[in-house]
C-alpha cells in the first residue's frame, strides 16, 4: 500500500501568492517524521523542512510552512509568496520504522509558477 | 555539499548483462539508500542500508541486490538488466543522531538506459 500520497500531479500558482501542496501519509509507528523535498527541472534534490511526529508546533522555514494535522495524517506544504524560481517538483517524505530506518516519497507534485 | 559521489552519472548498458553503481561517502553516514526515479512514481527506495554489511529491501527490489562491506561504499548491482530497469537512480544518506530526526542527502543521480 502507498503509504505518502500525493493527489496534486501538477500545480499552477500565480507569482506572488500562496499554494498549498497535500500530502497524506500512513504509518502505524507512533515517532515518525515528515519531510519535504524540492527538485528543480536540473535534477537534485533540495530539502525544504521537517516536522516531527511529537512536534505540536507546526514547521516553518522562511516561505516554507507545514500545516501538520496529525488526526487527518496530512502535512501539507504551504510556501507563501511564490517566486518563478519555486516551479519544480515537490516530494514529500516519511521517515519511520523501529530504528527509524525507512525513507519513503510520494509521487510528486509539479508546481508551474506563472509570471 | 554532503560528500556524496554517484558513479557512473550516465550509463546505456544492454539487456541481459550486468550492472553495478557506486555511492561513495565521506561523511561516515550510517544510513544509506537506492532510490529509483520514474516519472509518475517519485522516488522508490530499492535497497537500504542501516551499517556495513547489514541491508534490507525497499519497496522495489526485486531484480537488484545491494552490498555495503564499507562504511563509505553502498554498491547497487542489477544481476540481469532489463528494459524496465531503466530510471534514474539516487543514491542517499542519513545520519543517525538517535532519537533526533536527520534529513536524507541525495547523490546527483544516474541516469541508466538499458536497450
Known amino acids: 500500500a502507498q503509504k505518502i500520497t500525493q493527489t496534486q500531479p501538477g500545480m499552477f500558482v500565480q507569482e506572488k501568492e500562496a499554494v498549498t501542496l497535500d500530502c497524506t501519509y500512513d504509518?502505524?509507528?507512533?515517532?515518525?517524521?515528515l519531510f519535504w523535498y524540492k527538485q528543480p527541472s536540473s535534477g537534485e534534490m533540495i530539502f525544504l523542512i521537517y516536522?516531527?511526529?511529537?512536534?505540536?508546533q507546526n514547521a516553518t522555514e522562511g516561505r516554507y510552512s507545514l500545516n501538520f494535522q496529525k488526526a487527518r495524517k496530512s502535512a501539507n506544504l504551504v510556501i507563501s509568496a511564490s517566486q518563478l524560481g519555486d516551479s519544480a517538483m515537490y516530494f514529500c517524505?516519511?521517515?519511520?520504522?523501529?530504528?527509524?530506518?525507512?525513507?519513503?516519497f510520494g509521487p510528486g507534485t509539479r508546481l508551474s509558477v506563472l509570471p | 555539499d554532503a560528500g556524496i559521489t554517484q558513479s557512473p552519472r550516465h550509463k546505456v548498458t544492454e539487456t541481459g548483462t550486468p550492472v553495478t553503481l557506486r555511492c561513495h561517502q565521506t561523511?561516515?553516514?550510517?544510513?544509506m539508500y537506492w532510490y529509483r526515479q520514474d516519472p509518475g512514481h517519485g522516488l522508490r527506495l530499492i535497497h537500504y542500508?542501516?551499517?556495513?554489511?547489514?541491508?534490507d529491501k525497499g519497496e522495489v527490489s526485486d531484480g537488484y541486490s545491494v552490498s555495503r562491506s564499507k562504511t563509505e561504499d553502498f554498491l547497487l548491482t542489477l544481476e540481469s538488466a532489463t528494459s524496465s530497469q531503466t530510471s534514474v537512480y539516487f543514491c542517499?544518506?542519513?545520519?543517525?543522531?538517535?532519537?533526533?530526526?536527520?534529513?536524507?542527502?541525495f547523490g546527483q543521480g544516474t541516469r541508466l538506459t538499458v536497450v
Open positions: 516536522q516531527g511526529s511529537y512536534d505540536e
Open positions: 517524505a516519511m521517515r519511520e520504522g523501529n530504528y527509524g530506518q525507512n525513507f519513503v
Open positions: 542517499a544518506i542519513r545520519l543517525d543522531r538517535g532519537l533526533v530526526d536527520t534529513e536524507a542527502f
Open positions: 561523511e561516515n553516514h550510517r544510513y
Open positions: 504509518t502505524s509507528d507512533q515517532s515518525y517524521g
Open positions: 542500508s542501516y551499517g556495513v554489511k547489514d541491508t
